[in-house]
Protein backbone atom coordinates (compact mmCIF):
# COMPACT_ATOMS: atom_id res chain seq x y z
CA UNK A 1 0.00 0.00 0.00
CA UNK A 2 1.72 3.28 -0.95
CA UNK A 3 1.89 6.56 1.62
CA UNK A 4 -1.19 8.08 2.95
CA UNK A 5 -2.33 11.34 2.07
CA UNK A 6 -4.97 13.76 3.59
CA UNK A 7 -8.46 12.78 3.79
CA UNK A 8 -10.26 14.60 1.37
CA UNK A 9 -12.55 16.96 2.64
CA UNK A 10 -16.23 16.38 2.68
CA UNK A 11 -19.82 15.79 4.37
CA UNK A 12 -22.60 13.64 3.86
CA UNK A 13 -26.18 14.23 2.80
CA UNK A 14 -29.54 12.65 3.11
CA UNK A 15 -31.07 12.98 -0.29
CA UNK A 16 -34.53 12.59 1.30
CA UNK A 17 -34.19 15.90 3.82
CA UNK A 18 -31.10 17.37 2.50
CA UNK A 19 -29.33 16.96 6.17
CA UNK A 20 -25.74 16.84 6.19
CA UNK A 21 -23.81 15.41 8.77
CA UNK A 22 -19.70 13.95 9.05
CA UNK A 23 -18.82 10.71 7.22
CA UNK A 24 -17.98 8.44 11.05
CA UNK A 25 -16.33 5.66 9.31
CA UNK A 26 -18.23 3.52 7.21
CA UNK A 27 -21.75 5.24 6.73
CA UNK A 28 -24.09 3.66 4.28
CA UNK A 29 -27.47 5.30 5.87
CA UNK A 30 -28.56 8.66 7.20
CA UNK A 31 -28.56 8.78 11.16
CA UNK A 32 -31.87 8.64 12.47
CA UNK A 33 -34.38 8.73 9.28
CA UNK A 34 -36.30 5.72 8.41
CA UNK A 35 -37.56 6.41 4.81
CA UNK A 36 -35.06 4.74 2.78
CA UNK A 37 -32.66 7.12 0.85
CA UNK A 38 -28.99 6.87 -0.84
CA UNK A 39 -26.53 9.18 1.39
CA UNK A 40 -24.62 11.93 -1.21
CA UNK A 41 -21.00 12.60 -0.62
CA UNK A 42 -20.68 16.80 -0.72
CA UNK A 43 -16.92 18.07 -1.32
CA UNK A 44 -15.67 21.31 0.14
CA UNK A 45 -13.99 21.95 -2.87
CA UNK A 46 -16.38 22.60 -5.75
CA UNK A 47 -13.84 22.71 -8.35
CA UNK A 48 -12.68 19.56 -9.73
CA UNK A 49 -9.05 19.71 -9.49
CA UNK A 50 -7.21 17.08 -11.83
CA UNK A 51 -4.05 15.37 -10.71
CA UNK A 52 -0.96 14.18 -12.61
CA UNK A 53 -1.97 10.91 -14.54
CA UNK A 54 0.53 8.87 -12.80
CA UNK A 55 -1.67 8.65 -10.34
CA UNK A 56 -4.34 6.62 -11.79
CA UNK A 57 -7.74 6.69 -10.60
CA UNK A 58 -6.49 8.95 -7.95
CA UNK A 59 -5.91 12.29 -9.86
CA UNK A 60 -10.22 12.67 -9.05
CA UNK A 61 -9.48 12.13 -5.41
CA UNK A 62 -10.67 15.58 -4.51
CA UNK A 63 -13.94 14.51 -5.91
CA UNK A 64 -13.55 11.18 -4.43
CA UNK A 65 -14.52 10.32 -0.52
CA UNK A 66 -10.93 8.43 0.27
CA UNK A 67 -8.03 8.57 2.68
CA UNK A 68 -5.53 6.90 1.29
CA UNK A 69 -3.51 6.18 -2.38
CA UNK A 70 -3.74 2.58 -3.30
CA UNK A 71 -1.15 0.86 -5.76
CA UNK A 72 -2.15 -0.36 -9.14
CA UNK A 73 -5.19 1.78 -10.38
CA UNK A 74 -6.05 3.33 -13.88
CA UNK A 75 -8.30 6.18 -14.88
CA UNK A 76 -11.18 5.80 -17.27
CA UNK A 77 -9.75 6.98 -21.08
CA UNK A 78 -12.08 8.99 -23.08
CA UNK A 79 -11.66 9.75 -26.80
CA UNK A 80 -13.50 11.00 -30.19
CA UNK A 81 -14.86 8.29 -32.11
CA UNK A 82 -13.92 7.87 -35.59
CA UNK A 83 -14.39 4.47 -37.03
CA UNK A 84 -17.82 3.42 -34.93
CA UNK A 85 -18.58 7.42 -35.33
CA UNK A 86 -18.16 7.56 -39.30
CA UNK A 87 -19.97 4.23 -39.38
CA UNK A 88 -23.30 5.33 -37.76
CA UNK A 89 -22.79 9.23 -39.34
CA UNK A 90 -22.39 10.47 -35.38
CA UNK A 91 -20.10 13.92 -35.43
CA UNK A 92 -19.31 13.94 -32.27
CA UNK A 93 -19.54 10.93 -30.56
CA UNK A 94 -16.86 10.39 -27.47
CA UNK A 95 -15.98 6.92 -26.34
CA UNK A 96 -14.86 6.90 -22.28
CA UNK A 97 -13.20 3.18 -22.31
CA UNK A 98 -12.38 1.52 -18.49
CA UNK A 99 -10.65 -1.91 -19.49
CA UNK A 100 -6.94 -2.91 -20.91
CA UNK A 101 -5.83 -0.89 -24.05
CA UNK A 102 -2.41 0.07 -22.91
CA UNK A 103 -1.63 2.11 -26.55
CA UNK A 104 -4.52 4.06 -25.44
CA UNK A 105 -3.56 4.73 -21.75
CA UNK A 106 -6.04 2.39 -20.15
CA UNK A 107 -4.50 -0.26 -18.11
CA UNK A 108 -7.11 -1.58 -16.01
CA UNK A 109 -6.07 -5.28 -14.92
CA UNK A 110 -9.23 -6.76 -14.66
CA UNK A 111 -10.82 -5.08 -17.86
CA UNK A 112 -13.34 -3.41 -15.87
CA UNK A 113 -14.95 -0.49 -15.12
CA UNK A 114 -15.17 -2.14 -11.32
CA UNK A 115 -11.79 -0.98 -10.42
CA UNK A 116 -13.41 2.65 -10.28
CA UNK A 117 -15.19 1.67 -7.60
CA UNK A 118 -12.65 -0.76 -5.91
CA UNK A 119 -9.66 1.91 -5.21
CA UNK A 120 -12.22 4.18 -4.39
CA UNK A 121 -14.04 1.40 -1.75
CA UNK A 122 -11.05 0.60 -0.20
CA UNK A 123 -9.55 3.73 -0.41
CA UNK A 124 -12.18 5.04 2.12
CA UNK A 125 -11.39 2.25 4.30
CA UNK A 126 -9.54 3.97 7.50
CA UNK A 127 -6.26 2.06 8.76
CA UNK A 128 -8.65 1.75 12.27
CA UNK A 129 -11.14 -0.22 10.26
CA UNK A 130 -9.82 -3.52 11.47
CA UNK A 131 -12.74 -5.86 9.64
CA UNK A 132 -13.48 -8.20 6.74
CA UNK A 133 -14.71 -6.38 3.98
CA UNK A 134 -17.70 -8.43 2.26
CA UNK A 135 -18.70 -8.02 -1.64
CA UNK A 136 -21.30 -9.68 -3.37
CA UNK A 137 -20.72 -9.88 -7.26
CA UNK A 138 -21.91 -11.12 -10.63
CA UNK A 139 -18.51 -11.33 -11.63
CA UNK A 140 -16.88 -8.11 -12.63
CA UNK A 141 -17.01 -6.20 -9.64
CA UNK A 142 -15.37 -9.96 -7.48
CA UNK A 143 -12.83 -9.65 -9.80
CA UNK A 144 -12.03 -6.03 -9.68
CA UNK A 145 -12.11 -6.12 -5.38
CA UNK A 146 -10.33 -9.45 -5.35
CA UNK A 147 -7.11 -7.51 -7.69
CA UNK A 148 -7.51 -4.66 -5.53
CA UNK A 149 -7.30 -6.49 -1.74
CA UNK A 150 -4.80 -8.98 -2.56
CA UNK A 151 -2.45 -6.27 -4.32
CA UNK A 152 -3.12 -3.77 -0.78
CA UNK A 153 -3.31 -6.73 1.77
CA UNK A 154 -7.14 -5.39 2.81
CA UNK A 155 -9.19 -9.18 4.21
CA UNK A 156 -11.82 -9.34 1.82
CA UNK A 157 -14.85 -12.20 1.60
CA UNK A 158 -16.79 -12.65 -1.64
CA UNK A 159 -19.86 -13.73 -2.31
CA UNK A 160 -20.44 -15.27 -6.38
CA UNK A 161 -23.22 -17.55 -7.60
CA UNK A 162 -21.14 -20.99 -8.93
CA UNK A 163 -22.21 -20.25 -12.48
CA UNK A 164 -20.31 -17.48 -12.81
CA UNK A 165 -17.00 -18.40 -11.51
CA UNK A 166 -15.35 -18.40 -15.20
CA UNK A 167 -14.96 -14.19 -14.18
CA UNK A 168 -12.69 -15.06 -11.34
CA UNK A 169 -9.68 -14.86 -13.28
CA UNK A 170 -6.37 -12.87 -13.08
CA UNK A 171 -2.73 -12.27 -14.16
CA UNK A 172 -1.45 -13.35 -10.64
CA UNK A 173 -1.74 -15.54 -7.58
CA UNK A 174 -4.30 -14.01 -5.36
CA UNK A 175 -3.43 -13.14 -1.49
CA UNK A 176 -4.61 -15.29 1.12
CA UNK A 177 -6.30 -12.48 2.72
CA UNK A 178 -9.14 -12.87 -0.34
CA UNK A 179 -11.66 -15.69 0.74
CA UNK A 180 -14.44 -16.85 -1.89
CA UNK A 181 -18.27 -18.40 -0.78
CA UNK A 182 -20.26 -19.52 -3.61
CA UNK A 183 -24.36 -20.10 -4.15
CA UNK A 184 -24.46 -23.07 -5.53
CA UNK A 185 -25.38 -23.57 -9.31
CA UNK A 186 -28.19 -23.10 -10.66
CA UNK A 187 -28.46 -19.72 -8.17
CA UNK A 188 -28.20 -16.30 -9.38
CA UNK A 189 -26.55 -12.58 -8.28
CA UNK A 190 -29.53 -12.57 -6.02
CA UNK A 191 -28.48 -15.63 -3.88
CA UNK A 192 -25.02 -14.32 -3.76
CA UNK A 193 -26.38 -11.02 -2.29
CA UNK A 194 -28.22 -12.97 0.30
CA UNK A 195 -25.34 -15.18 1.06
CA UNK A 196 -23.37 -11.90 1.70
CA UNK A 197 -25.97 -10.42 3.91
CA UNK A 198 -25.94 -13.17 6.49
CA UNK A 199 -22.04 -13.02 6.56
CA UNK A 200 -22.19 -9.67 6.98
CA UNK A 201 -23.37 -10.16 10.75
CA UNK A 202 -20.93 -11.65 11.92
CA UNK A 203 -18.59 -9.87 14.06
CA UNK A 204 -15.16 -8.49 12.68
CA UNK A 205 -17.15 -8.45 9.06
CA UNK A 206 -18.27 -5.24 7.07
CA UNK A 207 -20.60 -5.21 4.25
CA UNK A 208 -18.99 -2.67 1.38
CA UNK A 209 -22.39 -1.76 0.95
CA UNK A 210 -22.90 -1.46 -2.94
CA UNK A 211 -25.10 1.63 -4.40
CA UNK A 212 -25.30 3.30 -0.67
CA UNK A 213 -21.88 3.56 -0.24
CA UNK A 214 -20.98 6.74 -1.69
CA UNK A 215 -17.16 5.64 -2.15
CA UNK A 216 -18.69 3.01 -4.93
CA UNK A 217 -20.94 5.58 -6.93
CA UNK A 218 -18.11 8.09 -7.00
CA UNK A 219 -15.75 5.75 -8.24
CA UNK A 220 -18.17 5.03 -10.89
CA UNK A 221 -18.61 8.54 -11.70
CA UNK A 222 -15.01 9.22 -12.59
CA UNK A 223 -16.35 7.79 -16.38
CA UNK A 224 -18.16 11.15 -16.12
CA UNK A 225 -15.73 12.95 -14.99
CA UNK A 226 -13.24 11.25 -17.30
CA UNK A 227 -15.73 12.17 -20.28
CA UNK A 228 -16.85 15.89 -19.05
CA UNK A 229 -12.94 17.15 -18.81
CA UNK A 230 -11.87 15.20 -22.18
CA UNK A 231 -14.59 16.79 -24.19
CA UNK A 232 -14.53 20.44 -22.18
CA UNK A 233 -18.22 20.19 -21.82
CA UNK A 234 -21.32 17.78 -20.39
CA UNK A 235 -22.66 15.46 -22.96
CA UNK A 236 -26.05 15.28 -24.04
CA UNK A 237 -26.39 11.41 -24.02
CA UNK A 238 -24.96 9.09 -21.75
CA UNK A 239 -25.35 5.63 -23.08
CA UNK A 240 -24.42 2.49 -20.47
CA UNK A 241 -25.71 -1.04 -19.88
CA UNK A 242 -26.89 -1.72 -16.21
CA UNK A 243 -27.48 -4.07 -14.27
CA UNK A 244 -28.23 -2.44 -10.45
CA UNK A 245 -27.58 1.10 -12.34
CA UNK A 246 -25.67 2.52 -9.81
CA UNK A 247 -23.45 3.57 -12.93
CA UNK A 248 -25.61 5.78 -14.28
CA UNK A 249 -26.38 7.23 -10.93
CA UNK A 250 -23.34 7.75 -10.39
CA UNK A 251 -23.12 9.42 -13.52
CA UNK A 252 -26.34 11.47 -12.55
CA UNK A 253 -24.42 12.84 -8.95
CA UNK A 254 -21.10 13.98 -11.36
CA UNK A 255 -23.05 15.34 -13.54
CA UNK A 256 -24.94 17.83 -10.80
CA UNK A 257 -20.86 18.36 -9.39
CA UNK A 258 -19.95 19.51 -12.51
CA UNK A 259 -22.72 21.91 -12.97
CA UNK A 260 -22.10 23.19 -9.95
CA UNK A 261 -18.36 23.84 -10.77
CA UNK A 262 -19.55 26.09 -13.57
CA UNK A 263 -16.50 25.50 -15.92
CA UNK A 264 -18.65 22.41 -18.28
CA UNK A 265 -22.15 24.16 -18.85
CA UNK A 266 -25.60 23.58 -17.16
CA UNK A 267 -26.89 20.76 -19.32
CA UNK A 268 -28.47 17.52 -17.42
CA UNK A 269 -27.21 14.56 -20.32
CA UNK A 270 -30.09 12.45 -20.94
CA UNK A 271 -29.09 8.84 -19.24
CA UNK A 272 -29.78 6.11 -22.14
CA UNK A 273 -29.20 3.27 -20.21
CA UNK A 274 -29.89 -0.40 -21.38
CA UNK A 275 -30.70 -4.29 -20.40
CA UNK A 276 -29.91 -7.08 -21.74
CA UNK A 277 -33.48 -8.88 -23.53
CA UNK A 278 -35.01 -11.01 -21.42
CA UNK A 279 -34.08 -9.82 -18.71
CA UNK A 280 -35.63 -6.55 -18.15
CA UNK A 281 -36.80 -5.77 -14.72
CA UNK A 282 -35.91 -2.22 -14.53
CA UNK A 283 -37.23 -1.11 -18.19
CA UNK A 284 -40.17 -2.91 -17.30
CA UNK A 285 -40.82 -0.70 -14.54
CA UNK A 286 -39.70 2.43 -16.10
CA UNK A 287 -42.15 1.88 -19.08
CA UNK A 288 -44.57 1.45 -16.38
CA UNK A 289 -43.85 4.85 -14.81
CA UNK A 290 -43.77 2.96 -11.98
CA UNK A 291 -40.98 4.09 -8.90
CA UNK A 292 -41.74 0.36 -7.26
CA UNK A 293 -40.08 -2.62 -8.81
CA UNK A 294 -42.78 -4.81 -10.34
CA UNK A 295 -43.30 -8.41 -9.26
CA UNK A 296 -40.86 -10.92 -10.76
CA UNK A 297 -40.83 -15.17 -10.07
CA UNK A 298 -37.99 -16.17 -8.64
CA UNK A 299 -37.85 -19.04 -10.78
CA UNK A 300 -38.20 -17.10 -13.97
CA UNK A 301 -35.64 -14.37 -12.81
CA UNK A 302 -33.11 -16.96 -12.60
CA UNK A 303 -34.15 -18.51 -15.66
CA UNK A 304 -33.95 -15.27 -17.81
CA UNK A 305 -30.51 -14.73 -16.21
CA UNK A 306 -29.34 -18.08 -17.71
CA UNK A 307 -30.13 -16.74 -21.23
CA UNK A 308 -28.73 -13.74 -21.05
CA UNK A 309 -25.07 -12.91 -22.20
CA UNK A 310 -24.34 -9.63 -20.20
CA UNK A 311 -24.55 -11.43 -16.87
CA UNK A 312 -23.12 -8.69 -14.92
CA UNK A 313 -26.53 -7.37 -15.98
CA UNK A 314 -28.19 -9.61 -13.63
CA UNK A 315 -29.02 -8.01 -10.72
CA UNK A 316 -32.89 -8.02 -9.21
CA UNK A 317 -33.35 -5.78 -6.47
CA UNK A 318 -31.37 -3.03 -7.66
CA UNK A 319 -31.51 0.61 -6.41
CA UNK A 320 -33.69 1.98 -8.44
CA UNK A 321 -37.41 2.83 -5.84
CA UNK A 322 -35.26 4.74 -3.16
CA UNK A 323 -34.74 8.20 -2.91
CA UNK A 324 -31.69 9.69 -4.89
CA UNK A 325 -31.80 6.28 -7.29
CA UNK A 326 -32.42 5.24 -10.79
CA UNK A 327 -35.86 6.66 -11.00
CA UNK A 328 -35.03 9.72 -9.12
CA UNK A 329 -32.00 10.30 -11.80
CA UNK A 330 -33.40 9.65 -14.67
CA UNK A 331 -36.93 11.49 -13.83
CA UNK A 332 -34.24 14.47 -13.27
CA UNK A 333 -32.27 14.00 -16.19
CA UNK A 334 -34.67 12.37 -18.77
CA UNK A 335 -33.51 9.47 -20.85
CA UNK A 336 -34.85 5.94 -21.78
CA UNK A 337 -34.45 2.34 -20.73
CA UNK A 338 -33.41 0.94 -24.05
CA UNK A 339 -33.25 -3.07 -24.83
CA UNK A 340 -30.62 -5.34 -26.62
CA UNK A 341 -30.92 -8.85 -27.86
CA UNK A 342 -27.93 -11.28 -27.38
CA UNK A 343 -27.78 -11.26 -30.61
CA UNK A 344 -28.12 -7.47 -31.55
CA UNK A 345 -25.28 -7.48 -28.91
CA UNK A 346 -22.73 -9.87 -30.79
CA UNK A 347 -23.09 -7.84 -33.94
CA UNK A 348 -22.29 -4.57 -31.82
CA UNK A 349 -19.57 -5.91 -30.29
CA UNK A 350 -18.16 -7.08 -33.80
CA UNK A 351 -18.54 -3.90 -35.09
CA UNK A 352 -17.11 -2.04 -32.41
CA UNK A 353 -14.19 -4.11 -32.35
CA UNK A 354 -13.94 -3.56 -36.48
CA UNK A 355 -13.98 -0.03 -36.02
CA UNK A 356 -12.32 1.13 -33.04
CA UNK A 357 -9.72 -1.81 -33.07
CA UNK A 358 -10.66 -3.64 -29.64
CA UNK A 359 -12.98 -5.79 -27.70
CA UNK A 360 -15.49 -5.15 -25.32
CA UNK A 361 -17.46 -6.81 -22.90
CA UNK A 362 -21.20 -8.35 -23.59
CA UNK A 363 -22.40 -5.48 -21.71
CA UNK A 364 -20.74 -2.64 -23.06
CA UNK A 365 -22.05 -4.50 -26.54
CA UNK A 366 -25.45 -4.15 -25.22
CA UNK A 367 -24.77 -0.32 -24.29
CA UNK A 368 -23.20 0.16 -28.00
CA UNK A 369 -25.87 -1.64 -29.64
CA UNK A 370 -28.85 0.41 -28.08
CA UNK A 371 -26.99 3.37 -29.05
CA UNK A 372 -27.02 1.90 -32.86
CA UNK A 373 -30.51 1.31 -32.66
CA UNK A 374 -31.09 5.28 -30.98
CA UNK A 375 -29.59 6.34 -34.27
CA UNK A 376 -31.32 4.66 -36.62
CA UNK A 377 -34.51 5.23 -35.26
CA UNK A 378 -33.45 9.45 -34.90
CA UNK A 379 -33.95 9.39 -31.06
CA UNK A 380 -30.28 10.51 -31.35
CA UNK A 381 -29.37 13.26 -34.18
CA UNK A 382 -26.00 13.00 -36.18
CA UNK A 383 -24.70 16.15 -34.51
CA UNK A 384 -25.36 15.15 -30.61
CA UNK A 385 -23.09 15.04 -28.33
CA UNK A 386 -22.78 11.67 -27.11
CA UNK A 387 -21.01 9.89 -24.37
CA UNK A 388 -20.60 5.93 -25.18
CA UNK A 389 -19.29 4.32 -21.74
CA UNK A 390 -17.48 1.20 -22.25
CA UNK A 391 -17.65 -0.61 -18.84
CA UNK A 392 -15.16 -3.29 -19.73
CA UNK A 393 -13.15 -4.16 -22.53
CA UNK A 394 -9.23 -5.85 -23.77
CA UNK A 395 -10.05 -8.57 -21.74
CA UNK A 396 -9.26 -11.05 -25.38
CA UNK A 397 -6.91 -8.88 -25.56
CA UNK A 398 -5.64 -9.21 -21.51
CA UNK A 399 -5.79 -12.61 -21.78
CA UNK A 400 -3.92 -13.56 -24.86
CA UNK A 401 -0.42 -11.47 -23.53
CA UNK A 402 -0.88 -12.89 -19.81
CA UNK A 403 -0.74 -15.81 -18.03
CA UNK A 404 -4.11 -16.52 -16.00
CA UNK A 405 -4.42 -17.81 -12.51
CA UNK A 406 -8.48 -18.64 -11.40
CA UNK A 407 -9.41 -18.24 -7.53
CA UNK A 408 -11.56 -21.53 -6.50
CA UNK A 409 -13.99 -21.13 -3.69
CA UNK A 410 -13.80 -21.81 -0.17
CA UNK A 411 -17.21 -22.71 0.56
CA UNK A 412 -20.12 -23.83 -1.98
CA UNK A 413 -24.05 -22.97 -0.10
CA UNK A 414 -27.05 -24.37 -1.50
CA UNK A 415 -29.87 -22.36 -1.77
CA UNK A 416 -31.40 -21.67 1.37
CA UNK A 417 -28.64 -22.79 3.70
CA UNK A 418 -28.82 -22.36 7.47
CA UNK A 419 -27.69 -19.27 8.21
CA UNK A 420 -26.08 -20.08 11.77
CA UNK A 421 -23.90 -22.61 10.18
CA UNK A 422 -23.09 -20.22 7.28
CA UNK A 423 -21.68 -17.73 9.70
CA UNK A 424 -20.04 -20.20 11.38
CA UNK A 425 -17.92 -21.78 8.81
CA UNK A 426 -17.27 -18.05 7.16
CA UNK A 427 -15.66 -16.93 10.16
CA UNK A 428 -13.59 -19.92 10.14
CA UNK A 429 -12.37 -19.08 7.23
CA UNK A 430 -10.41 -16.35 8.84
CA UNK A 431 -9.33 -17.59 12.35
Known amino acids: MSAEFTKTNYRLQS ?19 TEPTLIRAVYENKKLNLGDDSMGIYKFSNWLPVGRILNG ?82 PLLLSVPEDNLNALWFDAPINDCVKLICSKSGSDYFDAIHLSNVVAGIEGFVAEGGAKNVARRDGMGT ?20 GSGTGAIAAWEANLRLIEDGRFGKRK ?34 KQVEVIDAKVLSNRKPPYPISGGLFDAMKDAGGDVLLATNMEAKTAAELFEHTEGIDIHPAAAVATSTLINAVRDGKVKKDSLVMLNITGGGEAKFKNENKLYSLKPDIVFDIGHDAEDIKKRVASLFE
Open 15 to 33: VKTGKIFEDKGWMLDAPEE
Open 73 to 154: SSAPVTYKSKGLAEKLGLENLWITFSGYWPEKGADFKTCSFKETEAYSVCGRMTPEMDKVLVVASAGNTARAFAKVCSDNNI
Open 223 to 242: TMLSATTTIGEIPEYYFQAI
Open 269 to 302: MKLMVSQNSPFTPIHDAWKANSRSMLPLDDELAR
